[in-house]
């Protein structure tokens, strides 16, 4: 099958499009046409291999597949044995490493039924980013109506989708972006949003029930005075350094969290077919929708990996590899 692919870690520049064995499937697995393959940042960190931490699942020496992408949106082309409820032909999204491919053979845990209306490009945008957002705010923070919540890079891949979901709970919502995203962020129902290019969120006078931060560039002692004194601050970046100040910086919170009436705390969001229907369900109820900032095709994946470690897409990249 074609795919877009490397034989060792290191920077996005070697890859390349080529030929690669088709995935086999398990009993409890199912083969997916890949029509389409989202990306985010933590692409690049598999890519390169880069912090060291994350061959932990993608392989200690080398990469297991060299396939960059984690999410697909596709058609079912063959079931495993031990699956039920999911037939040949049928429109499935889901979560499964190296899916900027023509193949992914993904547990059926980790597909659901595509939802309606989306196409496949909208569709492959939604698990990692969606997820990593629903879970952040309704498993961590446990977010109820009437909270206030401050969103720190409210227009990236979770960004848009946090902005989103928050607003589904009923809850106050700031969004932290640059000038040319602030219309976006309106758009998607922020209540507040601060330029960051002209105001300071750590300098105002209010403070919140919650903070998501997906950029971490603040020093924490800043972000913790505008977050309420029994508020939760969801780090959710870390990896904008290297060596020991990475690891200095990962677990700055962790260490300190014990030691305060603040809920200070990182988080790991593991995708579930369950999950991916909750995602559905609020995309068919016209609740939540992808920003899609570009579409690349296998050829482009590359120069999508560099923007992406640039930091500024707004809302979400995805590889096209099916014409619609
Ligand atoms: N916990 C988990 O399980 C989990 C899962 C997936 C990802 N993550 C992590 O979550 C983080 C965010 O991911 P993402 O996909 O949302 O990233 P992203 O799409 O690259 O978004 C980053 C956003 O940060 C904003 N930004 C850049 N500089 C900024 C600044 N100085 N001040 C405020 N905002 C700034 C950018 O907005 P502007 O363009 O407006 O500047 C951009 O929209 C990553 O570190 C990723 O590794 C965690």
């Not at 390169?48 to 079912?76: C, H, N, Q």
């Not at 227009?155 to 040319?180: D, L, N, P, R, W």
């Not at 970046?237 to 100040?245: C, F, H, K, V």
């Not at 809920?263 to 790991?268: G, I, M, P």
Request: aromatic content about 6%.
């Amino acid at each position: 099958m074609k795919a877009v692919f490397a034989n060792g870690y290191g920077p996005p520049e070697n890859l390349r499009v080529g030929e690669v064995p088709t995935p086999a499937i398990k009993d409890a697995n199912v083969l997916v046409r890949v029509h389409a393959a989202g990306l985010h940042v933590g692409d690049c960190f598999t890519v390169r291999g880069k912090p060291f931490v994350v061959r932990m699942e993608s392989g200690w020496l080398r990469p297991t597949t060299g396939i960059p992408g984690y999410d697909f949106a596709g058609v079912v082309e063959e079931v495993g044995d031990a699956v039920v409820g999911i037939d040949v032909g049928d429109e499935v999204f889901g979560y499964c490493p190296g899916s900027c491919a023509e193949y992914v053979s993904v547990s059926a845990e980790k597909l659901a039924a595509k939802p309606e209306g989306l196409s496949f490009v909208e569709a492959a945008a939604l698990p990692t980013s969606a997820l990593a957002a629903l879970h952040a705010l309704r498993d961590v923070a446990k977010l109820q109506a009437g909270q206030s919540l401050l969103i720190n890079g409210a227009s990236g891949g979770i960004g848009s989708f946090a902005v989103q979901i928050a607003k589904m709970f009923g809850v106050e919502v700031t969004g932290v972006c640059s000038s040319s995203n602030v219309a976006l962020i309106e758009s998607l129902g922020a209540d507040h949003v601060v330029d960051y290019k002209k105001d300071d969120f750590t300098e105002s006078r209010l403070q919140y029930d919650c903070i998501l931060d997906n950029v971490e560039n603040r020093d924490l002692s800043e972000v913790r005075r505008v977050l309420k004194p029994t508020g939760t601050l969801i780090c959710n970046s870390g990896t904008g350094a290297a060596g020991l100040r990475f690891w200095a910086r990962l677990l700055k919170p962790l260490v300190l969290s014990p030691f305060t009436k603040q809920r200070l705390c990182r988080y790991l969001s593991v995708p579930t077919r369950k999950d991916l229907e909750v995602l559905c369900e609020m995309v068919n109820n016209k609740e939540l929708r992808p920003v899609l900032s570009e579409v690349h095709t296998l050829d482009s994946v590359v120069d999508a990996l560099l923007a992406l470690e640039v930091g500024h897409t707004a809302g979400k990249r995805v590889v096209r590899l099916i014409e619609a």
